[in-house]
């Protein structure tokens, strides 16, 4: 692979790259390659890059690829999905449907099923934050040398995701693991003002971190498997504590926090 100028535009753009990110231009000097289960849908159109025939313990990834409409299959996690804004040009956006899962990450038309572009998840190499206009953007870059300039809310946890879809798939298998065995049945109990509360099973457990915000990392809790009262956090339940604010989030707490204390203070 090398870089090479765009015809169009004079842009450096890889070798094996099939068109130019920033004009759209086709690359007629494309070097060709092993086929890397990156599908392009043009107008109804599905094509598989490469003409090699793809190995046997692939196939069911490669399935998946070759799908004209989003149909996750049965041991797919879905990690991220919503509406995001594929940027072509300076002033050319189009509006997507995107998922992220366990396989690959899937960009559809506003149907959120037609599929307009999806790469495995083990082709994208890294993502980083750009600028956009006034705004940002999401640049993810893919082993092929393509690059996919996107808009996504909340971005900070699509770059998150995107940057690292193997982390959080295992993350997700765990979490859902736990909620489905319910840690075998033991019963929990946590410190409120003083006194020891339960049993409780760790579903309601789990409700009382995400919805009810009581228990935080700090709550000391216990069960038959723990040898003495520890915090949240330095136990199994920290999984739920991760998912509960995105750093954003935080960070507009602090913000409104400090503003009522000027106004009242």
Same mark, same amino acid.
Request: glycine share 4%.
């Given at each position: 692979? @090398? #870089?090479?100028?765009?015809?169009?535009?004079?842009?450096?753009?890889?070798?094996? @790259? +099939?068109?130019?990110?920033?004009c759209s231009n086709a690359n007629t000097h494309q070097e060709k390659r092993a086929p890397? #289960?990156?599908?392009?849908?043009?107008? %109804?159109?599905? $094509?598989?890059? %490469?003409?090699?025939?793809?190995?046997?313990?692939?196939?069911?990834?490669?399935?998946?690829?070759? =799908?004209?409409?989003?149909?996750?299959?049965?041991?797919?996690?879905?990690?991220?999905?919503?509406?995001?804004?594929?940027? $072509? @040009? *300076?002033?050319?956006?189009?509006?997507?449907?995107?998922y992220l899962t366990s396989t690959r990450f899937v960009l559809c038309d506003n149907s959120?099923?037609?599929?307009?572009?999806?790469? %495995?998840?083990?082709?994208?190499?890294?993502?980083?934050?750009?600028?956009?206009? !006034?705004? /940002?953007?999401?640049?993810?870059? #893919?082993?092929?040398?393509?690059?996919?300039? &996107?808009?996504?809310?909340?971005?900070?946890?699509?770059?998150?995701?995107?940057?690292?879809?193997?982390?959080? @798939?295992?993350?997700? +298998?765990?979490?859902?693991?736990?909620?489905?065995?319910?840690?075998?049945?033991?019963?929990?109990?946590?410190?409120?003002?003083? $006194?020891? !509360?339960?049993?409780?099973?760790?579903?309601? !457990? *789990? =409700?009382?971190?995400?919805?009810?915000?009581?228990?935080?990392?700090?709550? /000391?809790?216990?069960?038959?498997?723990?040898?003495?009262?520890?915090?949240?956090?330095?136990?199994?339940?920290?999984?739920?504590? /991760?998912?509960?604010?995105?750093?954003?989030?935080? !960070?507009?707490?602090?913000?409104?926090?400090? $503003?009522? &204390? +000027? /106004?009242?203070?």
């Amino acid at each position: 692979m @090398a #870089l090479i100028p765009c015809r169009n535009c004079g842009h450096n753009i890889s070798s094996l @790259a +099939r068109f130019c990110p920033k004009c759209s231009n086709a690359n007629t000097h494309q070097e060709k390659r092993a086929p890397h #289960l990156v599908v392009l849908a043009s107008q %109804g159109e599905i $094509r598989q890059t %490469g003409e090699e025939k793809i190995n046997n313990d692939v196939i069911s990834t490669a399935e998946l690829l070759l =799908q004209k409409e989003f149909k996750p299959s049965s041991d797919e996690i879905v990690l991220l999905k919503g509406e995001v804004l594929l940027i $072509r @040009a *300076v002033f050319n956006t189009l509006e997507c449907y995107a998922y992220l899962t366990s396989t690959r990450f899937v960009l559809c038309d506003n149907s959120q099923l037609r599929i307009l572009f999806q790469t %495995g998840t083990d082709k994208i190499v890294f993502a980083e934050e750009g600028r956009h206009l !006034i705004s /940002k953007k999401i640049v993810v870059t #893919l082993t092929s040398g393509e690059s996919l300039h &996107l808009k996504c809310d909340p971005q900070i946890n699509w770059l998150t995701a995107l940057s690292d879809p193997t982390e959080l @798939a295992e993350e997700t +298998r765990k979490r859902n693991t736990l909620s489905n065995q319910n840690i075998s049945g033991i019963d929990w109990f946590y410190e409120e003002t003083g $006194r020891n !509360i339960g049993p409780i099973k760790e579903k309601n !457990i *789990v =409700q009382l971190i995400l919805n009810n915000h009581t228990i935080f990392p700090e709550t /000391k809790v216990w069960n038959a498997s723990l040898t003495e009262w520890k915090k949240a956090d330095d136990t199994i339940l920290t999984i739920y504590f /991760k998912e509960k604010f995105s750093p954003h989030q935080v !960070i507009g707490v602090v913000d409104s926090v400090r $503003r009522f &204390l +000027r /106004k009242h203070f």
